[in-house]
């Protein structure tokens, strides 16, 4: 699904550059839920940004199902993030006038869905992650949880190849966060690849694969047993 | 474009902040109420020196003799000569495009002499041999009675058209004129008909003092044989006299033995060109009228633009999530550039339906404090409004386009960190 190869990236900050990722070779296959881990600064975000399309890489390469990924224009990229990826962040990132159903189908609106279609799909996806009735509130009048949940709808609305999950739980309680990852490993069991990334270990632990990356390169990779979310929720 | 969450979303954004939008719709409304306004205020102007020049034919020059300034042909310069009917049909035949061409003479004229009697009441008016063409090319509403007309021309008939003037002086209120006879220089003419002619200027009450008479009969009567005291021009619509006179002149030196460059034989007075001369007037303040308009509407332009802006800015994030979410740059140019353009054309509607107001409210002003001089019906016309709406939907672009550049011009990544 995903393949990684020599990835390098480096920022310029004034006159000196900050070599950020040095040298990843990475492959996750379909159906994984793998957890980047790191402290900050060992380049965790960059790599994650670079999978999401949002950032461009300075050398390797990067291919997504098949499609090699390089030297896109902003419209294409945008297509590109609308058509294969789906994206969680730490800090939610709901468009706060908008209410849950309307955050729920903005992807799909992007790819041009009907009005009928979109609202049906939007309020599907929100019954799944068990949001039905709050459809028509704002960001505003939901929990932190809540909203994780809105967002993890609309990152799977599109029905991407890949959900990018920046640092899910990082904004909740340890509940709430168990309540989030037990809706990923959901999601995960019915096919999709997932890649997290976090600093928190028990995070890491209810996935199935941890990736440890170290001052920008790859220091661990291994396969674990996944801890189940559903026996602490 | 018109898709319902598009519009949805324009509305949502423009009424988050109603304040800020009012007080921005403001400086366009602004703009374009006084390009409406300054357009109408010219109009109204315009319409008051029209009325000036009244229902004359205004394609009309009249043409008179001068003495010939050139020797030619054996005749010598600074010779008196007076157009005759062979001039008026030699004319007709070869100038094509001529309307009306009349022939007039005068008896009379500005501090004459009294020369009409009527029983005891005496008056000085001014005479005109006519032919019934005169009426097109200086209107006069008949009052009662008729215009002269071409039998009285063949019968050389000893008829007179006198205005409501002559009629003041020389008959008591309330008596009937038509059937009467007045004396014209000793001779009997029976009235059959009373004019008013419509004007605002200053010489109103002078030109209802005026009395036609059958042209022929007047070279009959005043002995003028075939001669012509001179004549009133008019050209068709389509073609301008002002091009025809040229050709008018060349006959008429022709015909008089004339020297060809001889440019002050033939005096004559263009009405056409002056008012042209007028109109070019009223062209050039309707041009003011926009500059100072648009540059109005210009600062309120450059407001929105700047608003715009802003927008862009408190929305960086939320840009930066719908273009991680897929949506395509372009998509979002457009929505900023059509927020732009809605709150440009909302805020001018309000101007423009403002504006109507204010004219309408001059209107009523002047409809019940009685007319000014040179001023009537200020108004704009659909055309105007046509152009005030295109200028709208440019200036919404304008101003919308830059805000729109710079809401794609920040990468998403950039934008998404922002807080």
Redesign the interface.
Same mark, same amino acid.
């Given at each position: 699904m995903i393949e990684i190869k020599d990835l390098h990236k480096s920022y310029k900050m004034g006159s000196n550059s900050l070599h950020v990722l040095k040298g990843i070779n990475f492959s996750v296959e379909d159906g994984e839920l793998v957890a980047i881990m790191g402290s900050s600064g060992s380049g965790k975000s960059t790599l994650l *940004?670079i999978l999401?399309m #949002?950032?461009v890489l300075d050398e390797g390469s990067y291919t997504l199902d098949g499609v090699p990924i390089k030297d896109l224009n902003?419209?294409k990229a945008?297509? =590109?993030? *609308?058509?294969f #990826?789906g994206?969680v962040?730490q800090s939610f990132?709901?468009?706060n =006038?908008k209410s849950a159903m309307e955050n729920v189908a903005?992807?799909l =609106? =992007?790819?041009k869905v009907g009005?009928k279609e979109r609202q049906e799909k939007a309020l599907k996806y929100l019954e799944q992650v068990g949001l039905r009735e709050w459809a028509d509130h704002l960001p505003s009048e939901l929990s932190g949880g809540q909203k994780q949940r809105v967002a993890i709808a609309?990152a799977m609305a599109?029905e991407p190849k890949v959900l990018l999950a920046d640092e899910p739980t990082g904004a909740l309680d340890s509940t709430t966060s168990y309540e989030v990852m037990d809706l990923i490993q959901k999601i995960n069991d019915a096919g999709n690849t997932i890649l997290i990334v976090t600093h928190e270990p028990d995070i890491a632990d209810m996935c199935k694969r941890i990736v440890h990356l170290k001052d920008g390169v790859i220091v661990e990779d291994k396969k674990i047993t996944q801890v189940r979310a559903s026996q602490y929720v | 474009m018109f898709n319902k969450d598009r519009w949805k979303e324009i509305l949502e954004v423009l009424t988050s902040n109603w304040f800020r939008t009012i007080l921005t719709a403001f400086g366009v409304f602004w703009g374009i109420l006084i390009l409406i306004v300054l357009l109408a205020a010219g109009k109204g102007l315009e319409n008051g020196i029209r009325s000036n020049f009244g229902d004359i034919a205004t394609n009309t020059m009249f043409m008179w003799t001068q003495g010939t300034s050139m020797a030619y042909k054996g005749l010598p310069k600074g010779r008196r000569f007076t157009f005759k009917l062979g001039d008026v049909d030699a004319i007709r035949q070869k100038v094509p495009d001529l309307r009306f061409v009349s022939p007039r003479n005068q008896l009379g004229g500005f501090n004459g002499t009294n020369n009409v009697v009527r029983g005891i009441k005496t008056g000085a008016f001014n005479v005109y041999g006519d032919y019934p063409d005169i009426i097109n090319q200086d209107p006069m509403s008949i009052t009662s009675g008729r215009f002269i007309n071409q039998l009285d021309i063949d019968g050389k008939r000893k008829v007179a058209v006198i205005g409501e003037g002559v009629r003041a002086s020389l008959y008591d209120v309330g008596e009937e004129a038509i059937g009467t006879y007045i004396k014209i220089q000793g001779v009997n003419f029976m009235v059959v008909g009373t004019y008013r002619k419509n004007s605002n200027d200053g010489n109103a009450e002078e030109i209802q003092k005026e009395i036609f008479i059958p042209f022929t009969s007047f070279s009959q009567a005043f002995n003028q044989a075939d001669k012509v005291g001179w004549m009133a021009i008019t050209a068709n619509d389509d073609s301008s006299i002002t091009q025809l006179k040229e050709q008018i002149f060349t006959v008429v030196r022709e015909n008089q033995k004339i020297h060809p460059q001889d440019l002050r034989a033939v005096g004559h007075f263009d009405l056409f060109e002056e008012f042209n001369r007028v109109l070019g007037l009223f062209k050039a303040m309707r041009w003011i009228a926009y500059f100072v308009g648009v540059l109005v509407l210009l600062s309120g332009v450059i407001g929105v633009s700047n608003i715009m802006l802003i927008v862009v800015k408190e929305r960086t994030k939320e840009i930066g999530i719908r273009r991680a979410l897929g949506e395509n740059p372009w998509s979002i140019k457009l929505q900023i550039i059509m927020e732009s353009i809605f709150l440009t054309i909302i805020s001018g509607m309000a101007g423009i339906s403002f504006g109507a107001f204010v004219i309408y409210l001059i209107n009523y002003f002047l409809a019940s404090n009685g007319p000014i001089e040179m001023f009537i019906n200020p108004s704009v016309s659909l055309g105007v409004v046509l152009v005030a709406l295109i200028i709208l939907v440019v200036s919404g672009l304008l101003a919308g386009f830059i805000p729109a550049q710079s809401a794609i011009k920040i990468k998403p990544i950039e934008a998404l960190r922002m807080e």
């Open positions: *940004n999401g #949002l950032d902003e419209t945008a297509q =590109y993030r *609308n058509k #990826l994206f962040f990132n709901l468009i =006038y903005l992807p =609106y =992007y790819q009005r609309r599109a | -």
